[in-house]
């Protein structure tokens, strides 16, 4: 059996360490740098919200796979009862039949899709929401950490030297 030679020698971890003092330290510091930039936040969302978070024509097509849903179901009960009162070839039967449910199954995957598109498009707008309510609340600068604004606040921290932390925020914003 082969093994692998993770360390080559070196058994040091390469990793950074960040204990939990510094992360704290690192994120009021990168919270103070998003506050000091809070009027250009606020300005910039207001410029995109109506294009970035619009739905419109996502609902127009929403209500057209709800009515192609309903039109391929009664396609597929009318299938059934003619089959059910007439005299049909069972595999010409089979095939229309196996036809309107692939349109039906086709239709109802795209109603998820674009309904899925729908409900992300208000949740990341209700993340900013909130994300922008908590930084309008904040007054002042930071100078203790807090959970709250933590969780209110960060979307991923992501750490590729201990000198170079990166603070992901639910506004997009990286610092």
Request: proline fraction near 2%; include cysteine; aromatic fraction near 6%.
């Given at each position: 059996?082969?093994?692998?030679?993770?360390?080559?020698?070196?058994?040091?971890?390469?990793?950074?360490?960040?204990?939990?003092?510094?992360?704290?330290?690192?994120?009021?510091?990168?919270v103070n740098k998003l506050l000091t930039e809070k009027d250009e936040i606020f300005t910039n969302f207001e410029s995109i919200k109506n294009v970035l978070f619009?739905?419109?024509?996502?609902?127009?097509?929403?209500?057209?796979?709800?009515?192609?849903?309903?039109?391929?179901?009664?396609?597929?009960?009318?299938?059934?009862?003619?089959?059910?009162?007439?005299?049909?070839?069972?595999?010409?039967?089979?095939?229309?039949?196996?036809?309107?449910?692939?349109?039906?199954?086709?239709?109802?995957?795209?109603?998820?899709?674009?309904?899925?598109?729908?409900?992300?498009?208000?949740?990341?707008?209700?993340?900013?929401?909130?994300?922008?309510?908590?930084?309008?609340?904040?007054?002042?600068?930071?100078?203790?950490?807090?959970?709250?604004?933590?969780?209110?606040?960060?979307?991923?921290v992501t750490v590729y030297m201990s000198d170079d932390v990166r603070f992901a925020f639910k506004d997009g914003t990286v610092i």
């Open positions: 059996m082969r093994r692998g030679n993770k360390f080559n020698g070196d058994r040091k971890c390469k990793t950074p360490h960040l204990d939990e003092d510094n992360i704290k330290r690192l994120f009021i510091t990168a619009d739905t419109e024509s996502l609902e127009m097509e929403k209500a057209k796979l709800q009515n192609e849903m309903e039109v391929v179901t009664e396609m597929i009960q009318q299938c059934i009862n003619e089959n059910a009162h007439v005299v049909l070839d069972q595999t010409q039967y089979q095939k229309r039949y196996d036809d309107l449910i692939k349109r039906f199954e086709s239709t109802k995957s795209n109603l998820e899709s674009v309904s899925g598109l729908i409900k992300d498009k208000a949740n990341r707008r209700n993340d900013i929401e909130c994300f922008l309510s908590v930084i309008k609340n904040q007054e002042g600068l930071l100078t203790d950490f807090d959970p709250l604004l933590w969780h209110s606040l960060v979307d991923i």
